[in-house]
């Protein structure tokens, strides 16, 4: 990703800035760093020719330094006028051995070749925690060439972040030697317990409190994707996760409120929106699917 922009004069001739989103990831997770490169030098500058203009250093906290586990993939040429700002964003998870736990800093270097010289970030530091594990389920995963499954799992786990409970899914093999996914869903109340159920196609269902009287609904694919997520109100009833006969799964109990941040999108920004089917957005136990037949709820009784 390159972002362009303005910026004020300053003494150096070249800057670089490290900016991270938080200062605190979960084991696996994406570690994703922007780096704000500022052209001062009166000059168009031609950048990201191959992976050698830009270079990151990890260290922990001890002073020792991160092995490396791949190149950090920044080539992709560019000019960069003179007082503009470019800003190129990595994930530095895939590329550095960070699963220890405990405090690291990271730094950027841009090297101009045509000058001869280095220009470096200051350290930004960053932590990296263990979270609580509070269920997991195994999963098998059709092989592609009609071979033996291969055997995954999902993982829920809480991290205290600044006084803030966050759930996150993790996605693993058996083994856990292969992470394919590690992200949060959401804050989590301290006194709650999420409820989480795989249908007959391997998606994960996931309902947790998020507020006194909020919570929110995820479905997630067996490839680590948000596919569905809903967010619900405790009213007279709370909402709570049930399968009808057919092993649909759906949430019962409580009520249905639109946000912004729904999956799929429930409104546009420039319409008054109605409200959609609870069933026309309820998830299906088709694999790839997300809309449901309209028997997806069970019929009253």
């Not at 270079?55 to 007082?83: C, Q, R, W, Y």
């Not at 109100?233 to 909402?239: D, F, I, N, S, V």
Request: net charge neutral.
């Amino acid at each position: 990703m390159l972002l362009f922009g303005s910026s004020l004069p300053a003494p150096a001739q070249v800057s670089v800035e490290l900016v991270l989103d938080q200062d605190q990831y979960l084991r696996d997770e994406s570690l994703p760093v922007k780096v704000r490169v500022i052209n001062h030098a009166g000059q168009t500058l031609r950048l990201g020719r191959d992976n050698d203009w830009l270079a990151f250093g990890i260290e922990s906290h001890d002073g020792g330094v991160v092995s490396k586990l791949a190149e950090v993939p920044v080539a992709g040429e560019f000019t960069l006028e003179s007082a503009q700002v470019a800003t190129r964003q990595v994930d530095l998870t895939p590329c550095f051995d960070v699963s220890q736990t405990g405090r690291y800093t990271v730094t950027a270097t841009l090297k101009i070749k045509e000058w001869n010289e280095e220009f470096s970030s200051k350290p930004k530091a960053f932590e990296i925690v263990r979270g609580a594990k509070l269920w997991e389920q195994e999963f098998g995963v059709p092989g592609a060439t009609g071979g033996a499954p291969e055997t995954r799992k999902y993982t829920l786990q809480q991290a205290n972040y600044h006084k803030q409970l966050k759930l996150y899914v993790r996605l693993a093999d058996l083994s856990e030697n292969r992470v394919f996914r590690v992200f949060p869903v959401g804050p989590l109340v301290s006194f709650s317990q999420p409820e989480a159920q795989v249908d007959k196609a391997n998606y994960l269902h996931l309902l947790f409190q998020t507020g006194a009287r909020s919570f929110l609904f995820n479905v997630i694919s067996p490839d680590g994707e948000v596919i569905l997520r809903q967010s619900y109100e405790y009213t007279q009833t709370r909402p709570t996760l049930r399968a009808n006969d057919e092993g649909r799964i759906y949430v019962l109990g409580g009520l249905r409120r639109l946000t912004a941040s729904d999956l799929p999108p429930s409104f546009t920004s420039n319409a008054t929106t109605s409200r959609p089917s609870p069933d026309s957005l309820a998830p299906t136990n088709k694999p790839g699917g997300t809309a449901p037949k309209k028997d997806a709820r069970p019929p009253n009784k």
